[in-house]
Nanobody, 128 residues
Framework: QVQLVESGGGLVQAGGSLGLSCAVS????????MGWFRQAPGKEREFVAAISWNGQTTYYADSVKGRFTISRDNAKNMVYLMMKSLKPEDTAVYYCAAELRRFRSLVLTANKNEYDYWGQGTQVTVSS
C-alpha cells in the first residue's frame, strides 16, 4: 500500500512564497514519476506539475510555469513543490500523486486519471 502525506500548506499574502512537501511510503517510489495537483472550491482537480523518476524531466501547467518548482529527493522518499509569486488564484487544496505505470520513464502526464495514489491534500490560501 502506497501512502502519501503532504505538509507545508498555509496562509500567505499575494506575492509571497510557500513550500510543500510530500512523504511517500513505498520502496518503489524512486522508479516512478510524481505529480502535484490542486483543487479549488467548486472546480475540478487540475494538474500543477510532474517530475520524472530521476528528476531530470519536469512538466508544469502554464498557469504556474516560472513560479513553481517541483523537485524530489529519492534517498528520502520526498517530493517538493516550491511556490513563488503566489496569486489569490493559486488558492486550493494541493495534492501529491504517484504514478506507478511508467517504470523509469521520462514521459510525464497531466492526466489525473493516470495517477494511482493520492495524498490527503494540504490547504494553500493566498490572500490579496
Amino acid at each position: 500500500q502506497v501512502q502519501l502525506v503532504e505538509s507545508g500548506g498555509g496562509l500567505v499574502q499575494a506575492g509571497g512564497s510557500l513550500g510543500l512537501s510530500c512523504a511517500v511510503s513505498t520502496y518503489t517510489f524512486s522508479d516512478y514519476p510524481m505529480g502535484w495537483f490542486r483543487q479549488a472550491p467548486g472546480k475540478e482537480r487540475e494538474f500543477v506539475a510532474a517530475i520524472s523518476w530521476n528528476g531530470q524531466t519536469t512538466y508544469y501547467a502554464d498557469s504556474v510555469k516560472g513560479r513553481f518548482t517541483i523537485s524530489r529527493d529519492n534517498a528520502k522518499n520526498m517530493v517538493y513543490l516550491m511556490m513563488k509569486s503566489l496569486k489569490p488564484e493559486d488558492t486550493a487544496v494541493y495534492y501529491c500523486a504517484a504514478e506507478l505505470r511508467r517504470f523509469r520513464s521520462l514521459v510525464l502526464t497531466a492526466n489525473k486519471n493516470e495517477y494511482d495514489y493520492w495524498g490527503q491534500g494540504t490547504q494553500v490560501t493566498v490572500s490579496s
